[in-house]
């Protein structure tokens, strides 16, 4: 039996046509034209379908299409801001993070919703979160590096000169303009 659902994806408001039991992960793909989405295993093991419904990282294998009904979709198409690639995405062309590219849009989707909650994330902290995406080709190194260094890039200036070394600055200035005052 064929369903006309309604969905807010990245932020457009889409209806589609799918089948009662045909998954979130094909009515995606195969209806709605995001293949950045991936099929990996289709039985909720790999993370290569991963996306954000209502805020809360699933994969997409394991859900029907008809349940994304009157509810937020979020894909990997939706990270960059048009041209402009979300910082994640840049991190990871950036330390190679890739190869295949099969499981990439997962990782950036189970990335940006560790960083979406902690900003600052422990390597641990980024290996735990990833740990429901799996990849054949990187060996997970370079993309916990591009995860650790997005996650550095995209810490407010502000945190970075932290109070105790601003204080530290306007004493020093202090001494040299002293002693030049002395001279
Ligand atoms: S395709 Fe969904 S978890 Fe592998
Ligand atoms: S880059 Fe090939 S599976 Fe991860």
Do not use: W
């Amino acid at each position: 039996m064929s369903m006309l659902v309604s969905s807010t994806i990245n932020g457009d408001q889409i209806e589609f046509a799918c089948e009662a039991n045909e998954t979130l992960l094909d009515a995606l793909r195969d209806r709605v034209g995001l293949t950045g989405v991936k099929e990996g295993c289709g039985t909720g093991d790999c993370g290569a379908c991963s996306i954000m419904l209502d805020g809360a990282l699933v994969c997409s294998c394991l859900v029907l299409g008809a349940e994304a009904e009157g509810r937020s979709v979020e894909t990997v198409e939706g990270m960059s801001d048009g041209e402009k690639l979300h910082p994640l995405q840049d991190s990871f062309l950036q330390h190679a993070a890739l190869q295949c590219g099969i499981c990439t849009p997962g990782f950036l989707i189970a990335a940006k919703a560790l960083l979406d909650n902690n900003p600052d994330p422990t390597e641990s902290e980024i290996r735990y979160a990833l740990a429901g995406n799996l990849c054949r080709c990187t060996g997970y190194d370079k993309i916990v590096r591009a995860v650790q260094a997005t996650a550095k890039s995209m810490k407010p200036k502000a945190a970075k000169a932290s109070p105790a070394k601003k204080a530290a600055k306007k004493t020093t200035a202090k001494k040299a303009t002293a002693k030049q005052g002395a001279k």
